[in-house]
């Protein structure tokens, strides 16, 4: 049932960019980015104080070929919060969201918290990525996953398997309070909106 689900939404990506209140709410979101010369390649999703349990995100992203790192590509992620609620009841638009812009080697770095699963409990909890560039057209990504969420089907991690460092299950390893996990972003050719 969760394959299904997730399968689902998948299929769903494309009809995203025709979907108004989904556009509305991405373009809102790009209003409030700072302009790229005021990005780093360290930057936050959750301010801080957030509640919740404190996660860093290492990430690259590589060109369609899959080796070669693509710099000044601005990355935006955004996720729920600790109750798994991408904003209050009745807000529109996602509250915990945040930009960075790849570094020389394409990598960056999002401080946040370890975002829970909708309230539901169906889907395994993600942060989504989307990248636009450096070279790189307008694209979401695979939504990053936790490889310890219980919430995770076999088929997903099976597939996750396959893509191999571009997989969007990831291993979490902690260091103190602090969890960690790499998520790779293999760029495509074309713009998905």
Same mark, same amino acid.
């Given at each position: 049932m969760i394959a299904r689900g997730i399968l689902l939404f998948a299929l769903a990506l494309p009809?995203?960019? $025709?979907?108004? %209140?989904w556009v509305a709410r991405w373009e809102a979101s790009q209003r409030e980015? #700072?302009?790229? *010369?005021?990005?780093?390649?360290?930057?936050?999703i959750a301010p801080p104080g %957030?509640?919740?349990?404190?996660? @860093?995100?290492?990430?690259?992203?590589? $060109?369609?070929d899959g080796t070669t790192p693509v710099?000044?590509? @601005?990355?935006?992620?955004? $996720?729920t919060d600790a109750k798994g609620l991408y904003n209050a009841p009745g807000a529109k638009g996602?509250?915990? !969201?945040?930009? *960075?812009?790849?570094?020389? /080697?394409?990598?960056?770095?999002?401080?946040? @918290?370890?975002?829970? #699963?909708?309230?539901?409990?169906?889907l395994p909890a993600h942060i989504h990525f989307g990248v636009e560039g450096g070279g790189v057209p307008r694209q979401w990504t695979p939504e990053l996953r936790f %490889? /310890?969420?219980?919430?995770?089907?076999?088929?997903?991690?099976?597939?996750?398997?396959? %893509?191999? !460092?571009?997989?969007?299950v990831r291993p979490v390893r902690r260091e103190g309070k602090i969890q960690h996990v790499e998520f790779n972003i293999h760029a495509k050719t074309s713009a998905d909106f």
């Open positions: 009809a995203l960019a $025709q979907d108004p %209140e980015r #700072p302009a790229a *010369a005021n990005l780093s390649p360290r930057s936050r %957030e509640p919740g349990e404190p996660l @860093i995100v290492h990430g690259r992203v590589f $060109q369609a710099a000044d590509a @601005i990355v935006f992620a955004y $996720q996602w509250r915990l !969201k945040g930009w *960075a812009i790849s570094a020389r /080697d394409g990598s960056f770095e999002f401080t946040t @918290i370890r975002p829970a #699963p909708y309230p539901s409990n169906t %490889e /310890d969420d219980a919430l995770l089907s076999g088929a997903m991690r099976e597939a996750a398997h396959k %893509e191999g !460092k571009f997989g969007d």
